[in-house]
């Protein structure tokens, strides 16, 4: 009895591994095909980035300080009536400045940053023009808002789908098959915006305040490529 049931014991578990084994081998499959599609757009930009910079020397560093501090409070006052504007201070930096044999600190230079966001072209460039009295615009950035690139998206995907069903069926027919499925499928997007235009630091005396910055807001490219495997009945 008891080697009988050993016997069934070592049967079971034989099966158990074959069948595990035959699991973990792949299905081989025919008349598989690669196929990819794509579709594109341009689309308008409606998201401005604006980087302005504050920068102080002096021979004390507490002094230099005080005066990016008291650059940025007032900017911050300037952009108060500009509600519709996202406003962040960014990358407060201070180096000293070095002379003689040896060298020797004999002042220092201080920067900050602060960056502006808005979809308000007009709102921005009325800041921009407010903020030139005291900062320097260090780069520009016109984009595509992630809910306007989402929509847009979502219209390329359903048109490169529909390019892809259209290969699909152009490869049934000319091979001759009743029909196909759809074995697997990837759907990529990628966009593609001007890159953040820099500028020239320039200085107060140089640099225009009399009126607002011209701005031509431009498109981007917004892409949708769909790859995948059909399999002919």
């Not at 359903?158 to 074995?183: C, D, S, T, Y």
Request: charged share 20%; aromatic share 6%.
């Amino acid at each position: 009895m008891f080697r009988s049931t050993l016997i069934t014991l070592l049967l079971a578990a034989t099966c158990s591994i074959a069948a595990l084994a035959n699991a973990d081998e792949k299905e081989v499959l025919y008349d598989v095909y690669s196929l990819s599609a794509s579709a594109q757009s341009d689309v308008k930009n409606d998201l401005m980035t604006v980087n302005l910079v504050a920068q102080a020397e002096g021979s004390d560093a507490a002094e230099v300080a005080d005066s990016i501090n008291g650059t940025m409070a007032w900017a911050v006052v300037q952009l108060k009536p500009f509600s519709t504007i996202k406003r962040e201070t960014r990358d407060y930096r201070t180096n000293p400045k070095y002379a003689g044999k040896p060298a020797r600190i004999v002042g220092w230079n201080a920067v900050q940053m602060l960056q502006l966001e808005s979809s308000d072209f007009e709102a921005m460039g009325s800041a921009i023009q407010k903020l030139q009295a005291r900062l320097q615009v260090q780069g520009m950035n016109l984009s595509v808002k992630p809910s306007t690139r989402k929509e847009a998206e979502d219209a390329l995907i359903n048109e490169a789908m529909n390019a892809f069903k259209q290969r699909a069926l152009l490869v049934q027919q000319n091979m001759g098959a009743p029909g196909f499925r759809v074995i697997n499928i990837n759907i990529g997007t990628e966009g593609h915006s001007p890159n953040f235009r820099q500028f020239e630091t320039m200085s107060r005396s140089t640099a225009s305040m009399d009126s607002a910055p011209a701005i031509e807001a431009g498109e981007s490219s917004v892409n949708v490529r769909i790859d995948g495997s059909i399999q002919l009945e």
